[in-house]
């Protein structure tokens, strides 16, 4: 292979066109994930957040010096202000997921939960942080295309063309950040001896904390606690390179879907397993998502016919 073909190859990696419906899908429940996080944050929000907080603000910033981004440190310390900073991630989340000024609310959302992180960084888990990461880069695509309340307002105007093909380059910063999420996964926990001898796995099932239902295997027997192991390191290895196969990318797929829902039922980790699901939708070859939405529509027009008949009959 020549060097102007692997120039050719790096150039349409980052800078071809793509259909934008599964980016249009990733946006939508992306933003349902951030209005969740949202109304998971409101029953303590004044605990947490609040003036009277049980890790005051004086304290944070002692611990924590450089830290700059803060809009809870950006006007007197109050109820109002926080409610306020709370309904606007409110607006703007329920804003991302309609499509409306998409862009800005993207921006919104990141600047929202980078201000919660770091008002009180010892109560968000990781999936909080990939939710922050995910909406940075979202800012630079155009996830508003279609599907989406700027859309239809765009069509409104004349002359309107709907948007067939976007720049790749945003799609490609969100699928090689969860890629970057697998591979630290990997490297991380490989290393570890309970990693190498299969054992991992039997120990995280006696976090009491953590523990939502039984494994759907006993893990406490040798052999499956090796197997429930040894896959896990193996899925998460595939999900970073062998993902980028064509041929084998949605069994690689069904595999990173069958772990997160097996974490997701046995461990309480709030959100960060959906938000791994969600942004696999952008591995979905465009073609595919419409052949799927096309045999939805064509179920949902058979459906109603049906109903229609027996009602008049």
């Known amino acids: 292979m020549s060097f ?115 008002h009180n960084p010892y109560l968000l888990n990781s999936g ?39 720049s790749v380059w945003g799609v490609r910063c969100l699928q090689l950040q969860l890629c970057v999420v697998y591979y630290h996964a990997f490297v991380t926990k490989s290393p570890g001896w309970v990693w190498a001898n299969g054992s991992a796995v039997y120990f995280a099932s006696r976090l009491e904390n953590l523990t939502r239902f039984p494994f759907p295997m006993d893990p406490n027997i040798e052999w499956i606690s090796s197997v429930w192991t040894w896959g896990t390191l193996f899925i998460e290895f595939s999900l970073f390179t062998l993902i980028w196969v064509k041929e084998i990318r949605y069994y690689i797929m069904a595999l990173g879907l069958c772990l997160h829902l097996c974490i997701d039922w046995t461990m309480n980790i709030p959100q960060f397993e959906w938000v791994m699901m969600a942004t696999l939708i952008l591995f979905v070859y465009p073609e595919d998502l419409t052949t799927f939405l096309n045999w939805l529509k064509a179920k949902y027009s058979i459906a109603v016919k049906k109903n229609l008949s027996t009602g008049s009959s």
């Open 4 to 118: 102007a073909r692997l120039f050719q190859l790096w150039d349409e990696f980052w800078f071809s066109d793509v259909s934008p419906k599964c980016l249009a899908v990733f946006r939508i429940m992306f933003g349902l994930l951030l209005l969740q996080f949202a109304l998971f944050l409101l029953p303590d929000l004044f605990t947490w957040y609040g003036p009277k907080a049980i890790i005051s603000a004086n304290s944070i910033a002692e611990a924590n010096p450089t830290v700059v981004l803060d809009l809870l440190n950006m006007a007197p310390q109050s109820d109002a202000w926080l409610c306020a900073i709370y309904a606007l991630f409110i607006l703007a989340s329920i804003s991302l997921t309609l499509g409306f000024c998409s862009r800005l609310c993207c921006a919104i959302c990141f600047v929202m939960l980078t201000s919660f992180y770091h």
């Open 128 to 166: 909080d942080s990939l939710m922050r990461l995910l909406a940075f880069w979202l800012i630079f695509s155009d996830s508003g295309a279609i599907w989406s309340v700027d859309d239809f307002l765009a069509s409104k105007k004349p002359n309107y063309k709907p948007k067939e093909k976007i």
